[in-house]
């Protein structure tokens, strides 16, 4: 292994395993690590209540006092090739996600507050400072940890791609650093084997695996037992240990050496979803698109990351995914997404707000429009890190323009020039400004309801038609 691994990673291993030879009295030992059974759920059922492509059940996978990781499967659909979930990470002020590594590819999305995260890149540590926007990628099997080093609470969005995961559709932590609670992989070795291969005695080792029990996420500020710093003699030294020196101990001051040369080499940096020029932008939003051309680190794992933001009123143009199955989340505001069946039925006509993930399955077309009341903003990830090339139905930028020609007034069965009014009145694209004659309001709901109920009925008679 320390062949493979290199020289540096070892190190950075062994700082890190020594790191969890704190007395388990200095962290929360409160914590707990609950996994919720899951039912699983019928394909296609509308689980919510809401809409089939909202995905309304989370399980929470972890809850410490220091922070909490939530999950929302994204396997919903049988036979649906959909391997994304969504994770939300929480992290307390001064409080750190034990290293590990995961089965699946993390993408990071920093929604509040700023982290620090640490892994393994071609053999080597890279440090990362991740705040609000950043986007970063953690392939599947690179050791990581995140810290929260700042007085603020901080929220990530993760897209976990299960794609290279031990078992479908799901994914799975393996602790470098841990005790008992969480378990180190490193406890599973025979204790003189790995005695041995640390050039320890078994004496020394046993504490070690067996002082953590604060569960996948702890806190690290305040005052630590001594012998936390295994070079420190000085006992006045050793009480002011706090989340400072944390990195430094962490990664010994060669790490962080190490960690800044990389720097200048080719480690890869987080990409600012908020600091780069929106894809596209108009008085209605933007919106901003990034693929592997953008973020090379994207193409690695296959995932794309996009963020919207739509004035009140404003939606996306009826549009389909022709590559990818996107995924997403609503950061702010409220709105209504609705997806359509290939057969031409609507498949969902939901209302949502903050909080809410919802997915879209390739091919299948669909829109999102911001209430009236204010803006909408949505950040989520798509199954492909190649250029995503949205085909528009509506809108100046729309296939029905470029195609509009005999062939689809035929389709339609009008003239051209009928075709040609219907396809020209709208001079906006991509992102379209709210219709003047919108009512608003609850008037509007009800007649959605009748709309709805006219629909129903249509359909029942085309049944007995049939
Ligand atoms: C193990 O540690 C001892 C000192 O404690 C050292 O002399 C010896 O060279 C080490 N062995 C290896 C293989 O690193
Ligand atoms: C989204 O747009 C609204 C205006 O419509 C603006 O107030 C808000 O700051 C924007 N959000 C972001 C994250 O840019
Ligand atoms: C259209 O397809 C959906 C999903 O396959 C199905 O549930 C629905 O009944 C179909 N509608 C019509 C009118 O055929």
Redesign the pocket.
């Known amino acids: 292994m320390a062949v493979a691994v290199g020289d540096r990673a070892v190190v950075a291993l062994l700082t890190l395993l020594l790191l969890f030879s704190v007395p388990a009295s200095g962290y929360q030992e409160r914590g707990t690590e609950r996994e919720e059974a899951e039912k699983v759920r019928e394909c296609g059922e509308d689980a919510t209540g809401r809409g089939r492509f909202i995905l309304g059940r989370t399980r929470r996978v972890v809850r410490t006092e220091a922070g909490q990781v939530r999950v929302v499967s994204g396997d919903r659909w049988k036979g649906h090739p959909s391997t994304m979930h969504i994770g939300f990470l929480r992290l307390e002020p001064n409080s750190l996600f034990l290293p590990q590594y995961v089965d699946a590819n993390l993408v990071q999305f920093v929604r509040e507050g700023e982290v620090e995260a640490g892994w393994i890149h071609k053999d080597e540590l890279v440090q990362r400072k991740l705040k609000r926007g950043d986007i970063n990628v953690i392939p599947a099997g690179s050791p990581f940890y995140i810290a929260n080093t700042n007085s603020e609470r901080s929220h990530m969005v993760c897209g976990i791609d299960t794609s290279q995961s031990l078992t479908y559709n799901s994914q799975q932590s393996f602790f470098i650093g841990g005790g008992t609670n969480p378990t180190s992989v490193l406890a599973g070795f025979d204790v003189n084997t790995l005695a041995n291969a640390f050039n320890i005695t078994s004496d020394q080792l046993r504490p070690m695996m067996r002082r953590q029990s604060g569960g996948p996420i702890v806190h690290f500020s305040g005052q630590q037992e001594e012998d936390l710093d295994p070079n420190n003699d000085d006992e006045e030294a050793a009480t002011t240990w706090t989340r400072k020196n944390l990195l430094d101990y962490l990664f010994g001051r060669s790490g962080r050496e190490k960690a800044r040369s990389t720097e200048s080499h080719h480690a890869p940096y987080a990409f600012n979803l908020?600091n780069n020029e929106p894809s596209f932008q108009n008085s209605y939003?933007?919106s901003t698109a990034i693929d592997e051309h953008d973020y090379s680190l994207l193409s690695s794992c296959g995932v794309g990351v996009y963020l919207v933001?739509?004035?009140?009123g404003s939606m996306m143009a009826p549009h389909f995914n022709p590559v990818a199955t996107e995924y997403g989340v609503i950061l702010?505001g409220s709105g209504s997404i609705e997806v359509v069946y290939p057969n031409g039925s609507t498949a969902m006509n939901a209302e949502v707000s903050e909080g809410d993930v919802f997915w879209i399955p390739r091919y299948h077309p669909f829109c999102q429009v911001a209430s009236r009341g204010?803006?909408m903003?949505f950040f989520g990830f798509t199954t492909s890190s190649k250029r995503n090339h949205p085909q528009f139905l509506a809108g100046a930028s729309s296939v029905l323009r470029s195609m509009s020609g005999p062939e689809l007034a035929t389709a339609f069965g009008v003239s051209e020039e009928q075709l040609g009014r219907l396809v020209k009145a709208q001079r906006e694209s991509v992102i379209l400004p709210a219709s003047n004659n919108w009512d608003g309001g609850r008037e509007t709901a009800d007649e959605r309801k009748k709309e709805k109920m006219v629909e129903e009925l249509l359909v029942i008679k085309r049944g007995f038609l049939a």
């Open positions: 908020y939003g933007w933001n739509l004035t009140a702010s204010g803006p903003e």
